[in-house]
């Protein structure tokens, strides 16, 4: 059982910036993938950031790369996303995923709002 801790959402003007964290517990492996997926009101799920643990890789969604970066603290699975020049199509729940390629495991945050509004 995987539990989270996330933190940093909130409201922010169009070009503002907004840094969110997200850290894990519990029994996590060594090779996982740990990230950010945002949902907006009537759309799907989609990537945001994510980063590989063995890989020591990130990948971005289209529509956040150069404005969102991705971070993980070395000590433990914790996770950062700042994003830069937040755009009002980035007003969704973001949600802290944790994907352990060991166990199978697939566990999600209860999620955290970012609005972007003028």
């Known amino acids: 059982q995987v539990q989270f801790v996330e933190s940093g959402g909130g409201l922010v003007q169009p070009g503002g910036s907004l840094r969110l964290s997200c850290a894990a517990s519990?029994?996590?492996?060594?090779?996982?993938?740990m990230g950010w997926h945002r949902q907006a009101p009537g759309k799907q799920r989609e990537l945001v950031a994510v980063?590989?643990?063995?890989?020591?890789?990130?990948i971005y969604g289209d529509s956040v790369k150069g404005r969102f970066t991705i971070s993980k603290d070395n000590a433990n699975p914790t996770v950062y996303l700042q994003m830069l020049n937040l755009k009002l199509e980035d007003t969704a729940v973001y949600y802290c995923n944790l994907r352990d390629w060991r166990t199978g495991g697939d566990s999600w945050g209860q999620g955290t709002q970012v609005t972007v509004s003028s």
């Open positions: 519990g029994s996590i492996s060594d090779d996982y993938t």
């Open positions: 980063f590989f643990s063995a890989a020591q890789t990130t």
